[in-house]
């Protein structure tokens, strides 16, 4: 059910299955969460104008984009990590001012992932 169609935002979560309402999921069964991340990246990511680089890698290729980190950000959430356009920020989010969203994820990319078997990574790259 991975359809990663939505304007605004990406998600990744560690839950085990996807509703239809989640148009923004690209991956799910995820080994970690935003709180799982390391303190070093945590603290990177919560510095205002902290530039943040995500690549998603799967069986069907790579897309990468950039994001924006900010002191807002609580980086809370032990089941999601979720990436914006917007400037909103929840105990969810990755980061924000983010150049693309699930819409643009290349289809082939979105199709590799929807098998149950398909693992792809997300890289995490931020620099302060």
Do not use: W
């Not at 990663?4 to 239809?20: F, M, Q, S, V």
């Not at 990511?45 to 807002?72: H, N, Q």
């Amino acid at each position: 059910m991975v359809r990663a169609t939505h304007p605004t935002t990406i998600e990744i979560t560690k839950e085990e299955y996807l509703t239809p309402g989640g148009d923004c999921v690209l991956g799910v069964n995820a080994d970690k969460a935003l709180a799982q991340l390391s303190s070093r990246t945590r603290e990177a990511l919560a510095s205002d104008g902290s530039k943040v680089t995500l690549t998603i890698l799967s069986p069907g290729g790579e897309f990468r984009l950039t994001a924006m980190g900010s002191r807002l950000l609580p980086l809370e959430s032990e089941t999601a990590i979720v990436i914006r356009r917007s400037e909103f920020v929840c105990r969810r989010t990755l980061a924000i001012r983010a150049d693309a969203a699930a819409m643009d994820i290349p289809r082939e990319i979105v199709k590799s992932l929807c098998s149950p078997r398909a693992r792809g990574t997300l890289r995490i790259e931020v620099s302060t």
